[in-house]
């Protein structure tokens, strides 16, 4: 496999709890080269339609001028959920693929949630972690680095002092919450709210919204709906009720992953307009390689080696390091 280097580190946005784990973009960056590359590989047998983002980030850029304030950033969120056409945040994911950005997940442990770049050539990619979380929580994560990819892709990463880079973050964080409970609907909705300081109050609006209940409470907190008296007796009630590590609905609102480069694989596969062999022949990987690389389930390739047998045993091919 001809392998390019098409990630700049200092462009790479981590959500990140710490600023020190900037060093691991190092690593990141390696991974993503094999990914974009792998892509770049598989599309080449394919027509792919034109999408929107390049498009949307573009015009988005527009509207923005230096240095960001918070105004800018809601009319940002506000445009962008518009362009994409979101009328269920629980959609956001497909949505987001279908319009032209690069999803993926993979083990980033327990410091970084996820972390999204654009490469050379104009790709976007989301990085998402594989760690156990709830919906709600995945769904915040990715509006955060869709905040990423349309206010941050001029910014160098590296060279930001932590006063800078949590002003960034606080940026990204600002846009999700601004990206999925748009001002207008939720000063409705919340309005039906008879106890804004209790924490079960807010379960039907999780349910529509994919937000978590403490997301929304701090986004009427600072849209000034909820007084500092009941901001703070909402989260002495949140601890009491243990809502702090697991709220209502997380264990019931089922997880959503990835889907655009699976289906392009298979599309490539059920068609075979590859095989396995040719992986190995030609890209001189393991199928075990490709299933790691895009997280997909370990048995993915099964279906397609039982079709044809595969006679190929050389030894000029990038073997799986078992993990840790």
Known sequence: MNLQSVVDQTRVAYRAKNHNSRKLARMETRYLDF???????????????????????????????????????????????????????????????????????????????????QTADGRPWIVMSTEK???????????????????????????????????????????????????????????????????????????????????MAMRAYSLGMMSYQEYRYFFGRLNKLGYKNQEPLDDQLVPVRPGRIKALIELLFDHDVLTVTDLMQRLHILPAFVVRLFALDADFFDRYTAKKPIFYTGDNVIAMRPQA
């Open 133 to 215: 979380k709830s919906v709600v929580r995945r769904n915040f994560d990715l509006a955060h680095e869709l905040g990423h990819l349309v206010l941050h892709t001029q910014v160098d990463f590296e060279a930001l002092s932590a006063a800078d880079y949590h002003m960034i973050e606080k940026q990204a964080h600002q846009f999700a919450a601004d990206f999925l409970l748009p001002e207008a609907d939720f000063r409705h909705d919340y309005a039906l709210i008879n106890r804004h300081s209790n924490p079960d109050s807010y379960i039907a609006l999780k349910q529509k919204y994919h937000v978590s209940i403490v997301a």
């Open 35 to 117: 990914a974009d590359g792998l892509v770049n590989y598989f599309e080449r047998f394919l027509t792919t339609p034109d999408t929107p983002f390049a498009q949307i980030q573009h015009e988005s850029t527009a509207m923005q001028t230096t240095p960001l304030d918070d105004a800018q950033i809601s009319q940002v969120a506000a445009f962008i959920r518009n362009r994409l056409q979101v009328q269920y945040d629980r959609d956001l994911m497909s949505i987001l693929e279908l319009a032209g950005v690069y999803i993926t997940e993979k083990s980033l442990g327990a410091d970084i949630d996820a972390y999204s770049t």
